[in-house]
């Protein structure tokens, strides 16, 4: 429990060695944005009042939510970039073609500026957030543009691709927008942008990769690489045929039976928040 002790109009703790001061700010706590300026200047006031002797602190709701919107910045920052290092040496080896490369990530980023176009003309507004956990369709937006630059090292002709993929693609493109759709109707605003962002991006990457992205085909010469060829000889195998995988898995289903009831949740919703060390 919270003691605390009136002392000359002061509030101190009971012991006298800490000084209590409330703010009440005039934003509201979910305003991050503004709110960063104000966090920005107490944390320099913090920084200039503190010494060998005196330690100032600031905490709060609003400055726990900045904090938050700070890291979940340089995380997604961090995440793209460590996700482009990875993707990108690993698409140029299986193509070996630098055009290649801009083809299949021209599609996820029209999606995402489409995305970010459209929001910005019917909310204005969209929590970074959710910017940052629909950053996940990254992945994702990225296979439709690799399914079609695959296909053409086999299929030269671009209307031959379109007629291959356009059902395909579409199909898989549905229902996985469906599943982010779905977020927009639950009573958490964080999920609805994160929803809109994500099913908005996928289908800008959709439309691209089947209406613009044929028509560059034409300056793509791909080279098939022993990597590619390597990816390709593994999904052609059989494994629905090699019993000593059907035996592993069915022995690993077995032993889920028996554990996945274990699984407990976090109840507790001041886990999810960012606290800094310091």
Avoid at 123 to 139: E, F
Avoid at 149 to 158: A, F, M, Q, V
Wanted: proline share 3%; charged share 15%; with cysteine.
């Amino acid at each position: 429990d919270f003691e605390y002790e009136i002392y000359d109009d002061y509030i101190f703790n009971k012991d006298k060695t800490t000084l209590f001061m409330y703010l009440e700010p005039t934003k509201s706590m979910t305003n991050t944005g503004e709110n960063e300026e104000l966090v920005r200047e107490l944390e320099k006031i913090c920084n200039q009042l503190s010494d060998d002797q005196i330690k100032v602190e600031c905490i709060g709701g609003p400055i726990v939510a900045v904090g938050n919107a700070r890291q979940i910045k340089n995380d997604t920052v961090l995440t793209l970039s460590l996700a482009f290092i990875i993707i990108l040496p690993l698409l140029y080896l299986s193509f070996r073609n630098k055009l290649s490369l801009l083809f299949i990530i021209l599609p996820p980023i029209f999606g995402a500026i489409l995305a970010l176009a459209i929001i910005s003309v019917t909310k204005s507004s969209i929590s970074a957030i959710a910017i940052g956990a629909g950053a996940v369709v990254l992945g994702i937006s990225l296979s439709y543009s690799i399914h079609i630059i695959s296909h053409n090292n086999h299929i030269k002709n671009p209307r031959d691709i379109i007629r291959d993929l356009a059902y395909p693609l579409t199909v898989g493109c549905f229902t996985t927008i469906g599943a982010f759709i779905a977020l927009m109707f639950t009573d958490s605003s964080l999920l609805q942008d994160m929803g809109l962002f994500a099913s908005l991006t996928l289908i800008g990457t959709t439309v691209f990769s089947l209406v613009f992205l044929p028509h560059f085909l034409r300056f793509n010469n791909n080279k098939t690489s022993k990597l590619l060829k390597g990816i390709e000889k593994y999904n052609g195998y059989a494994f629905e045929k090699n019993r000593y995988i059907i035996i592993g898995v069915a022995v690993a289903t077995i032993i889920c039976l028996f554990h996945y009831n274990k699984v407990e949740f976090d109840s507790d919703m001041s886990s999810i928040n960012f606290e800094s060390p310091s």
